[in-house]
């Protein structure tokens, strides 16, 4: 039994000779202090933060620049909304008589004029008011001699009184008639003085009552109408009224005078602006919301009445740093925009001997060949526009547009990507490890 285990501590010892002898083989031409780094930590680098682009990839992708805006964002009331057109620019055309339509020389949509024809209508009435007219002036100057004659004989006792005041009593009522019939003939678009037997007009010009735009046609050719109906709608778009339903809470906050600036539901690329004139004093139907009248001012572009919209009120004149909703990317639960800078790009294709290991043959592939082709290289760089991705807080975002707070300063007058930044983040991500 002894002499097993004397075998026993021989074989161990000379195990643990042999063990530590190989690792010493192993440790020997390393640096003393140092290890072999593991092949993960070999690549191991910071983020990229850094990327050029040429001008032809800034043309391809349509990469927009602009620069951090100063925007009313922070002290808003966002309300929905109705475009209206006020009753006084608005008119229906109507014919001052009944009749069919014979000509309607308008369509939808189409710009009209003060006094523009719109349409003509015929009635057999229209020439008989005139012959009616014409024949009048015979009668009116029988009439006439009728008096004069009345008067001379009661003058001489030779007549009675009362056939004086008959005569006298037809002559005002047949010019009462004609002044009558010469306001229908005028209303009617035709000059009394030269209604004749010859040239009676037989329609009646159907005219437009104020400058605007053709909004609805009531009537077609072959229909008939009368002083009730009307022949066509007109509007004019040239002063517009925004309606916005206000809640009660946010109603003490709303002041006559304040800027509202809004969008259409249907484009809301687009914002344009109106100015409150007035503030209902009732709750409209069941919504406890109350009407908030303004006046839309700029350009009416693209607005037509009936319209919805969605406005922002702005209630304090705070003004905060904004961009583009475009310019802002996400990576990494982060907020970005990228700025123009004189930076260059991380380097990501130079030899890794800094990292404790060498590739012999390889690093000499990623090498230049020479010095022409270092030459073309710098000169490709020169052309390249070199962007920086710089973090941001993200704040309250309105009308197309985020307030942004820089983690890092930004200069002022500094040019930012509103369009296209997706593009150069995804860029920078590929760019992020080594291309061999």
């Not at 369509?107 to 349409?119: E, F, H, S, T, W």
């Not at 009184?161 to 009617?188: E, H, P, V």
């Not at 005078?257 to 503030?279: M, R």
């Not at 907020?335 to 590739?359: C, L, M, Q, R, S």
């Amino acid at each position: 039994m002894k002499v097993f285990i004397k075998i026993f501590i021989v074989c161990v010892a000379v195990t643990v000779f042999y063990g530590c002898g190989s690792n010493e083989s192993e440790r020997k031409g390393q640096p003393e202090g140092k290890e072999v780094p593991k092949a993960e930590a070999e690549h191991e680098e910071g983020p990229v933060t850094v990327a050029a682009l040429s001008a032809a990839q800034i043309k391809a992708v349509g990469i927009v620049f602009g620069g951090i805006e100063a925007k009313e964002l922070t002290a808003t009331i966002k309300a929905n909304g109705l475009l209206s057109v006020p009753n006084n620019n608005k008119a229906n055309a109507t014919a001052l008589y009944g009749g069919v339509v014979k000509t309607l020389n308008v369509q939808l949509g189409d710009n009209v004029r003060k006094g523009q024809v719109i349409a003509t209508i015929t009635n057999p009435q229209f020439v008989q008011l005139q012959e009616e007219y014409v024949s009048l002036a015979s009668k009116i100057t029988l009439a006439e001699q009728e008096m004069v004659r009345q008067q001379e004989l009661n003058e001489g006792n030779a007549g009675a009184r009362k056939n004086l005041q008959a005569a006298t009593a037809d002559f005002n009522s047949l010019r009462a008639r004609k002044a009558s019939l010469q306001q229908q003939i005028q209303l009617m678009g035709i000059n009394p003085n030269s209604v004749n037997l010859s040239n009676m007009r037989t329609s009646l010009a159907v005219t437009s009552p104020i400058n605007g735009t053709v909004s609805n046609v009531f009537a077609k050719i072959g229909s008939y109408v009368d002083v009730s109906s009307p022949v066509i709608e007109i509007v004019d778009n040239s002063l517009l009224h925004l309606d916005l339903q206000v809640f009660e809470k946010d109603l003490p906050l709303v002041k006559v005078g304040q800027l509202i600036n809004f969008q259409l539901t249907n484009n809301p690329d687009k914002t344009y602006t109106a100015k409150v004139f007035t503030i209902g004093s009732s709750f409209e139907n069941d919504s406890k919301t109350i009407a908030v009248h303004s006046t839309v001012v700029g350009s009416k572009v693209g607005l037509i009445d009936g319209m919805n919209i969605t406005g922002m009120i702005g209630v304090k004149n705070v003004r905060t740093p904004a961009v583009p909703n475009d310019a802002i990317v996400e990576a990494d639960g982060k907020y970005y925009i990228f700025v123009e800078t004189n930076k260059k790009p991380e380097e990501h294709e130079e030899g890794h001997d800094d990292h404790g290991h060498a590739h012999d043959e390889g690093e000499a592939k990623h090498a230049h060949k020479n010095e022409q082709e270092a030459g073309q290289h710098g000169e490709e760089q020169a052309k390249n526009i070199n962007f920086e991705k710089i973090e941001i807080q993200k704040g309250v975002s309105a009308l197309g547009y985020t307030a942004i707070t820089p983690v890092t300063e930004v200069p002022a007058g500094t040019k930012i990507v509103v369009k296209g930044a997706f593009f150069i983040n995804a860029k920078m991500s590929n760019t992020g490890g080594h291309e061999h």
